[in-house]
């Protein structure tokens, strides 16, 4: 089938590899070397240009990354890529990756320069510390914590995080999409009620600020905002 | 465009994905073991059966409740939905006869006499003897019935029609049990047994003709259909014939998915997860006893092309590669190409890379991996996916490299095999 070219190479002594007695290979025995397939895109250089999209995931909630490792795998959120890397682990060894990459501390790239409009500004700051009550949106730092570095242990942190990637992922909730709409959750009821031109003003203002801190302890969350989230974050990290 | 069969193994895998306006959805499950049986001796059994047919790998979707049906097998002819087979009496198998069940399996008839699609493999469960069935069934029946209908098939014309499939069967289809081979011993015959029968190997390790049939019972390899990967000969020397292996060898690539020189992939790695990881020791034994007698008189490793000396020009092709090689794989797999035993594949001498189909090692530069998790080896090292670093171009030049450093020899890849070799699941 996979018909190819035809070109039978052979050779004796002119191999092109006979580099023979090089550096045998060393494996450590760490959970670094383990991960090396997931760091050749959320490693912690180079992260400009068209890697700009792979979001960071070192230091986030434990609970959040296990969360989101096994929705890639059982296809509850899209991403080809991953769900090929994962499809044959357990939970047991996802929930190992996860705890490897919260506790990971990575510099955190410098913030997007974007230009925003005083209005716009205004905007998204009302709707991270306020909220929209009307439309019984909360203030997204309530959930995401004051500094906005996530709650311990199934609430990321929104910093850090590209344009693009934050875009997407509000955008895939409204659509209901592929790529993250499946699976409801009070995210993703909280993302359809926001309009285009207030998804785009919180995620020009997210990209743009720079980051510092950690996740908040699991008590700033009030209870009524616990039970609003509490099939994602009560739950052991979030069976569905 | 190959057999259907299997490919609805495959697609287990495989699923409908993009293919399926847009709406992905594979399945395939790491989803919750149903509880152990709690029955019967016959029930106990039949569960070990089941894995062993891995029946659930097709009968639940990713995250799906266990058997209830609903994973998408893609394939050349079309979507096939799998049916809820828990007991339940609306939407599942609940009003079967242990009777009813047997047709099913053995003859690949529905309760209502239809002519199931071989994309179950009933083509290869028709070995199964009839107490293995009853005792699949009892296992069934114990389980939670699970109320769930699933969407119907979505197969393209002609193929949906049933008397094609009644031509098909009459040409491609014989039931009947296993019949032990007297020549050989008890373990050989439990071996063919489990490999013929319930393990449905030749579902992807066999050649497809055009209406998706296993040209023969060989194991001569196949690509899958739907699943662009190529399942390998297990009767070649040249592809993956392990009869020049030690027993033990085989024995712990079938059950831990690694070994010094070789390492299951993609959808392999899958059926080793869902199944062969929990096959008992003494049907594994079997098993490779089998499998090592279908080459252990073959010789000659050598394939039938030879070549004289490389010419300069094909050479600094070759050096292309080998650069790229050196920035991107050498940390792992050696500049020497031995990898590390059990972690990282040796790419010299590993026949996954020199295999005339060089469709494998395409798709895994392309896409990555890790082996299987299973209980030997729980928690394995990866390989990164490069699809998104290196162009097509440069993806030849490098399969091209691994396939002639070493010593290894094979043809030159493309970058138009490159690209025809995307897509898929896995």
Partial sequence: ?240 | MRRLTMILMASSWICAALLWGGIVFAADTVADEPKHPTGTQQVVHGAYLARVGNCMGCHTTKSGQPFAGGRRLSTSFGIFVTPNITPDKETGVGLWSEEDFWQALHQGKSRDGRLLYPAFPYTEYTKVTRQDANAIFAYLQSLPAVSQSNPPHDISFPYNFQPLLAIWRALYFKAGVYEPNQSQSEVWNRGAYLVQGLGHCNACHSTRNVLGASQDDALTGGQIMGMNWYAPSLSSQLEAGVGDWAIEEIVALLKTGITKRAVASGPMATVIRQSLQYVSQEDIHAMAVYLKSLTENESGNAPGVSFSVMSGSLRKHLDLGGQLYEKYCQTCHGADGKGMPGIYPALAGNRSVTMKSPLNAIRSVLNGGYPATTTENPRPYGMPPFQQILRNEEAALVVSYIRNAWGNRGSLVTAVDVDRSKGGEY
Avoid at chain 1, 114 to 121: D, F, L, R, V
Avoid at chain 1, 138 to 153: K, N, Q, R, T, Y
Avoid at chain 1, 197 to 223: D, M, R
């Fill in chain 1, 1 to 240: 089938m996979m018909r190819c070219f035809i070109l039978l190479v052979f050779f004796y002594i002119t191999g092109v590899a006979n580099a023979h007695g090089g550096t045998p290979v060393k494996v450590p025995d760490t959970m670094a070397e383990r991960v090396k397939a997931c760091i050749i895109c959320h490693g912690a250089e180079d992260k400009v240009g068209r890697d700009a999209y792979y979001p960071r995931i070192a230091g986030k909630p434990q609970g959040y990354l296990f969360n989101q490792l096994r929705d890639f795998r059982d296809a509850r959120r899209y991403y080809q890529p991953m769900a090929t890397l994962l499809e044959n682990m357990t939970d047991e060894y996802l929930l190992e990756i996860a705890q490897y990459f919260s506790a990971l501390q990575l510099p955190y790239p410098a913030p997007e320069q974007i230009h925003m409009q005083p209005e716009e500004i205004k905007l998204a700051e009302r709707l991270i510390y306020s909220g929209k009550p009307e439309k019984d949106i909360p203030a997204c730092s309530a959930c995401h914590g004051d500094i906005l570095m996530g709650v311990e242990p199934a609430i990321p942190g929104l910093l850090g995080l590209s344009r693009a990637y934050i875009t997407a992922q509000l955008g895939g909730w409204r659509n209901g999409g592929i790529m993250r709409g499946q699976a409801a959750n009070c995210m993703s009821e909280i993302a359809q009620q926001l309009t285009d031109e207030e998804a785009n003003a919180i995620a020009k203002w997210l990209a743009s600020q720079s980051v510092s801190g950690k996740p908040s302890p699991f008590n700033v969350l009030s209870s009524e905002l616990a039970h609003r989230c509490s099939q994602t974050i009560l739950e052991n990290g979030g069976e569905k």
